[in-house]
């Protein structure tokens, strides 16, 4: 098990694309990172640069006390796990689970032996003889994390490695997923586009974007002070109301109403000055009467969440949502008020 450091680290494709933009990040032994962002931002780059599968532009790698920057895969000592499970699709469950160990040329019987234990902590023991191509997909997945759990590495790599499931065997391997690293103990850096994913997951997390590194924190962190508005506006099962606001006062002016000073702000604002203001429409609530520094307006959407609905209120013209409880919800048409929480709503000038 290792700490993993990245220092600079940059890497440009050829052709010029800028994939990451130097880069820095340590990952305390043990611990279990997710690395979170929208298609095209460079997390499989990222996690192929960290197994050596590319090669670094600039900048380095640690693992450990090792700087493995210009080592060869093999000499890294990490495992990963690929999207689609790279499965030999002519060898049966054992052998798959067995390859890494005979390419570091361990004996057929230690291999054997290694495998069954792993496929059995993993529930496939009645499979062990199937090839890849009679398995279910939530099976082919546990072979390939049985693959890579039999390497004893010193750090494991998941690409997107739930994306190809169903969402209840999705959910079903995301908790199963979660329970073995914790009982391995081994540090995981687990690549999603998925916020939810990430946000039940993660001990921590990075937020990219265009080979930017916008924010890392815990999950809680992440997802109640979002840094910035890109990273507000991409966690969150509903996104945050981000709504533009002007300084007036003791006050802000959001959709032609006033609403107070959210308490982060407080003392840090210029009389004038125009910026975003955020809240989440969990942390906003709706209300048919008026409150003090409450968005008056129409209701134009309820969206049904479960136990829970969407409200949108058109407020001058300006979309804001709040999380309504089931049986509280208005109906498209009513006139209604939205009131965000002081304590959770904050202002970004990067908007
Ligand atoms: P993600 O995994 O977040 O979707 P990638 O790391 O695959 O992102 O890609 C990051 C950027 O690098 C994208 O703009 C992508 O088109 C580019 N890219 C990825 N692989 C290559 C490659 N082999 N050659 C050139 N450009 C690449
Ligand atoms: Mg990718």
Known sequence: ?????????????????????????????????????????????LLRTLAGLETATGGSVVIGERDVT????????????????????????TDNIAYPLRIKKVGKAERQRKAAEVGARLGLDQLMDRRPGQLSGGQQQRVALARVMATQAQAFLFDE???????????????????LQRELGVTTVFVTHDQAEALAMADRMAIMEAGHIRQIGTPAEV????????????????????????????????????????????????????LVYGVRPEYT????EPAEG??????????????????????????????????????????????????RALVYRDG
């Open 1 to 45: 098990m290792a700490a993993i450091e990245l220092r600079g680290l940059t890497k440009v494709y050829p052709g010029g694309v800028k994939a990451l933009d130097s880069l820095d990040l340590v990952i305390p032994d043990g611990e279990f990172f997710a690395l979170l962002g929208p298609s095209g931002c460079g997390k499989t780059t």
């Open 70 to 93: 210009g080592i060869q895969p093999g000499a890294r000592d990490v495992a990963m796990v690929f999207q689609d499970y790279a499965l030999f699709p002519h060898m049966n469950v």
């Open 161 to 179: 490695p739930l994306s190809n499931l169903d969402a209840r065997l999705r959910l079903e391997a995301r908790t199963f997923l979660k329970k």
């Open 223 to 274: 997802f109640q002070r979002p840094a910035n508005t890109f990273v507000a506006a991409f966690i969150g099962s509903t996104p945050m109301n981000l709504l533009d606001a002007a300084v007036r006062g003791d006050t802000l002016e959001v959709a032609g109403c006033k609403v107070p000073v959210p308490v982060s702000a407080e003392g840090l604002l210029t009389e004038g000055e125009r």
């Open 285 to 288: 609530t709706y209300s048919a």
């Open 294 to 343: 409450s968005l008056g307006g129409r209701v134009s959407i309820v969206e049904n969440l479960g136990a829970s609905h969407l409200v949108t209120l058109e407020v001058n013209d300006v979309a804001v949502q709040a999380v309504v409880p089931e049986g509280d919800e208005p109906a498209v048409g009513d006139e209604g008020f939205a009131a965000p929480r002081r304590d």
